[in-house]
């Protein structure tokens, strides 16, 4: 039986943007990217978090940024990226109204609306990332400039140094 496609799958079919899905067992509860990247056998590095920011006090003016998953999300930093004061996490419940994905399932493709986005700069060195394709329990593999064009994201340095 074919797997039912997600919105991100098919806008990446329209675009003709080839991906391959890796779907994992996700019954346990692990949704968290170390353990996905462990369930699809891929190194951390190159399997990606979609996180959605809003401008402070500004809850309309979402930002995503997608950083690898062993890696935390430098608030500054994204600031800087989004030319913002100050940015902050977009509250799990609002996720849902906001980008159409749940939390574990949300993937920087096909959101409501093309939001300003922002990949890590480590993925521009990648020959492929994995993302979330929409759903929890399958990740999509694609070309991360690729990925940048679909979603006109700009890359730049987006984590916490060790």
């Known amino acids: 039986m ?49 996180l959605v920011a809003h401008q402070s006090g500004q809850i309309s003016q979402i930002c995503v940024f997608v950083i690898p998953v062993a890696e935390e999300l430098d608030l500054k930093k994204a600031a800087k990226a989004a030319g913002a004061k100050k940015i902050e996490m977009l509250p799990v419940k609002d996720l849902l109204k906001w980008t159409g994905y749940i939390r574990g399932g949300c993937s920087p493709v096909g959101m409501k609306k093309l939001y300003p986005t922002f990949i890590d700069a480590s993925a521009e060195g990648l020959k492929i990332i994995a993302v979330s394709a929409g759903r929890i329990g399958t990740q999509m593999e694609l070309n991360p400039q690729q990925l940048a ?3 006109k994201a700009v890359f730049f340095p987006l984590t916490k140094e060790a």
Do not use: C, W
Not at 12 to 32: A, F, M, V
């Open 2 to 50: 074919a797997e039912s496609k997600t919105n991100a799958m098919r806008l990446l079919d329209k675009s003709q943007i080839p991906y391959e899905t890796l779907n994992y067992d996700h019954e346990d509860g692990q949704i968290h990217g170390t353990a996905v990247a462990e369930k699809i056998g891929r190194p951390q590095e190159s399997v990606f978090k979609t």
């Open 149 to 151: 064009e679909q979603v």
